[in-house]
């Protein structure tokens, strides 16, 4: 069974800071945490940031300048720096893990999701 936790949301005032981590476990081949995504009320889920494995990363031009993504390739876990937040970052991010099973196979797995509430 694969397991993909986020946490570090909560309620932060705009222009403080925030930092979400994500880890994932499971007895498979290999785990590769590949970045954040967001749903706010009323819309789709959308890319925040992602981070290659060759550690070229990826951010949403919403974020750029602002969120700086990290992993910890030996604890199978991503970060996710959040600077100078705005109230249009409220959602509930999400963790994206892709797993990869014996002879290939490979799956994506979600974390349940943690709150980010920005307040002005």
């Known amino acids: 069974q694969v397991q993909v936790v986020e946490s570090g949301g909560g309620l932060v005032q705009a222009g403080g800071s925030l930092r979400l981590s994500c880890a994932a476990s499971?007895?498979?081949?290999?785990?590769?945490?590949k970045g954040w995504y967001r749903q706010a009320p009323g819309k789709q889920r959308e890319l925040v940031a992602l981070?290659?494995?060759?550690?070229?990363?990826n951010y949403a031009d919403s974020v750029k300048g602002r969120v700086t993504i990290s992993r910890d390739n030996a604890k199978n876990s991503v970060y996710l720096q959040m600077n100078r937040p705005k109230p249009e970052d409220t959602a509930v991010y999400y963790c994206?893990?892709?797993?990869?099973?014996?002879?290939?196979?490979?799956?994506?797995?979600w974390g349940q999701g943690t709150q980010v509430t920005v307040s002005s």
């Open positions: 981070i290659n494995n060759d550690g070229s990363t």
């Open positions: 499971g007895s498979v081949f290999r785990i590769n945490v």
């Open positions: 994206n893990a892709e797993v990869t099973y014996g002879l290939g196979v490979k799956s994506n797995y």
